[in-house]
């Protein structure tokens, strides 16, 4: 506490104690409580804003008098959901310490659940936001901050009409990941004042999309409240993505159709419930790894100016080369490529990870996370650690434990790539599925032997720890590198437009523009693409794991070889939804192959294959058939000729019983996948248990889905087709 030296009897305090818990503005009828965290500061001003008659807006200051464990709080009556307010926090200015307390600065609560406003950043000098307070004495010359806003916590009693987590299995999961606005700011079947937000994206021109594409879930790029780089505003463009988080409880404002004073809250719950009604789980992709402060000379928005010390990693202490003295050394430790890393062993940052990540799944309804740069989460001190403060306590928590949990398992440091290293219950981004299938696609490899890991659920990665192939979560593409229609379309990047001399994103894109760089007319190479796109759908639908289809891709988005469109907020990165030049031939292909995984057991089983019958007497669970039906032999997995592969998938019965431990039973499939340049002919063996079948998927332009094939025939496979056949009952 502070002390307070009354002048006379009978006086009130201008601002009530409040009390320390929980963070952030709580607001009830009778006084919204205040508390922040910011435990080597001085003096903590809370202020409050209200619109001003000449339409600008007055700033009213009041001192917060009690701090307690290093949070600062105090409670005032009558403000209002919808009030805008920050702080402004005094202390030591020493960087050397790792201090920065400024009070000209403004500064948003890292608890916010919304936030009003766009931030304006420093202009080319940059010299006033990390200057010392003397240097930043004068307010007009700051750039603008963002305004945290008071929120109801009820929302309006708001009515949820029984709403409950689906938790859909992984083996039945299907992910789209899309952006909140990209999604639809160009679609003409949703009303013009809705594209691009919150509810645009719950709109049943949307919902009805996906449900009939055949996705489960939507995993949705960044929609905590970000705000963009100094250094794109300067070139004129901003950050599109939103990897640039700044607020951890609140829905990003520019996605909301009706308001930024707590309205986007409502709004987003109200898209949350639409998306479960139409039988689609929300993923959230989540960036706590970092923040928009950036280095030591970015922007100070919060955190710096609240805990400098305590939020941002530094780097290990040397000792003096004079007196061997270890001293603290301000330098930030980057192990994101975004100037900062936050300290997630840091008591509370890693209670703010956690009440934001309960916050979501409680209040807003939604089923799960992507974690973004996860490896730099999962250190301790400076090495990854699996029994590291972030994961244990998430395997704890009671809510979080039993939701999605999706990491990205890599950071930009040499020793965080950890494809296939996260413990139970943690799914994977694979890298190695869209690296392989990319690769096979385009005869780039030694022989078939990796693909056909991948295309059965990347045992190497996962069956070492008792995980299953669901713990993969399989690509092609994502929003960071080509969309589909460009990795078919372009051997090189085409960045120009994002203003850093094509030297941004990476130049591994294992792509194949099929001998000419760009768009054509030339209607055979235009098919070949075309096919070439739809094979990878294919394979990716109808491989052992979980798909994950990037939005558009389906339908032949394009961003004109830009591979890191991060800055590109326009018809670059926005899905088209004109009929004129999408390729909805691959949208055909992908609702195909999506029903089938849907409907066929057999195609998204729970155990691995063991490559032994199931049941006596019965046929292996899976077989990989040579073009001349023929099992495949050790030498032919290193055939780097062999560019076709079958792969034999049998379903009588399926080694995992049913929920009531009933035997259960699918059809049988044959899957060929033919990556050469040339026709393959391909001779459907002889055998005790499948006999006749059906084409129920095919690429191939010359093999219509429907016709029928029998055991011992010899089919052609055309040049760069996936065929799919499936058992054809008595």
Known sequence: MVPVTWTHLGQTARVWPGRNWPLGATWTPERTNFAVYAPAATEVTLCLFTDA???????????????????????????????????????????????????????????????????????????????????????????????????????GDFDWEGDQPMRRRWRDTVVYECHVKGMTQLHDRVPEHLRGTYAGLGSPAVTDYLRDLGVTAVELLPVHQFVSEPGLTERGTSNY??????????????????????????????????????????????????????????????????????????????????????????????????????????????????????????????????????????????????????????????????????????????????????????????????????????????????????????????????????????????????????????????????????????????????????????????????RQAANMMATLCLSNGVPMITAGDERGRTQRGNNNAYCQDNETSWVDWSAEDAWLDVYEVTKTALRLRRDHPALRQRHWFEGRPTIKGGPKDLAWLHPSGREMREEDWYDHDLRTIGMFVSGAPLRAPGPKGEQQVDRSFMLWFNSGWLPQAVHLPENDWVQRGEVVLSTDVKLDEGARVEAGDRISIGRRSVVVLRELLD
């Open 53 to 155: 008659p000449d339409g600008g807006e007055e700033e009213h200051r009041y001192v917060l008098t009690e701090q307690s464990l290093g949070i600062w709080h105090g409670a005032l009556p009558d403000v209002e959901p919808g009030t805008r307010y920050g702080y402004r926090v005094d202390g030591p200015w020493d960087p050397t310490a790792g201090h920065r307390f400024n009070p000209h600065k403004l500064l948003l609560d890292p608890y916010a659940m919304a936030v009003s406003g766009d931030f304006t950043p420093a202009p080319a000098t940059f010299g006033y936001v990390f200057g010392s307070p003397e240097e930043q004495s004068t307010e007009d010359s700051a750039p603008f901050v963002p305004r945290s806003v008071v929120v109801d916590p009820a929302s």
């Open 241 to 530: 993505w939103g990897y640039n988080s700044i607020g951890y409880f609140a829905p990003h404002a520019a996605y909301s159709s009706s308001g930024d004073r707590g309205e986007q809250v409502r709004e987003f719950k109200e898209m949350v419930k639409a998306l479960h009604r139409a039988g689609l789980e929300v993923i959230l992709d989540v960036v706590y790894n970092h923040t928009a402060e950036a280095g030591p000379l970015g922007p100070t928005l919060s955190f710096r100016g609240l805990d400098d010390r305590g939020f941002y990693k530094r780097v290990v202490p040397q000792p003096d080369p004079k007196t061997g003295a270890v001293e603290f050394d301000d330098t930030y430790w980057d192990v994101t490529g975004c100037g900062n890393t936050v300290d997630s062993n840091h008591p509370l940052a890693l209670r703010l990870i956690l009440d934001s990540l309960r916050y979501w799944v409680t209040e807003m309804h939604v089923d799960g996370f992507r974690f973004d740069l996860m490896s730099a989460l999962t250190r301790t001190g400076y090495d990854i650690d699996m029994s590291s403060d972030l994961l244990v306590a998430i395997g704890q928590d009671p809510i979080l434990r039993h939701v999605k949990l999706i990491a990205e398992p890599w950071d930009a440091s040499m020793d965080g790539y950890l494809v296939g290293g996260m413990p139970p219950p943690w799914v994977e981004w694979n890298d190695q599925y869209r690296d392989e299938v990319r690769d096979f696609w385009r005869n780039h490899t030694s022989g078939p032997r990796t693909v056909a890991t991948r295309l059965a659920g990347s045992s190497d990665l996962y069956a070492d720890d008792g995980r299953s192939a669901y713990n993969s979560i399989n690509f092609i593409t994502a929003h960071d590198g080509f969309t589909l229609r460009d990795l078919v379309t372009y051997e090189h990047k085409h960045n120009e437009a994002n203003g850093e001399d094509n030297r941004d994103g990476t130049d591994n894109n294992r792509s194949w523009n099929h001998g000419v760089e760009g768009e054509t007319d030339d209607p055979a190479l235009v098919a070949v693409r075309r």
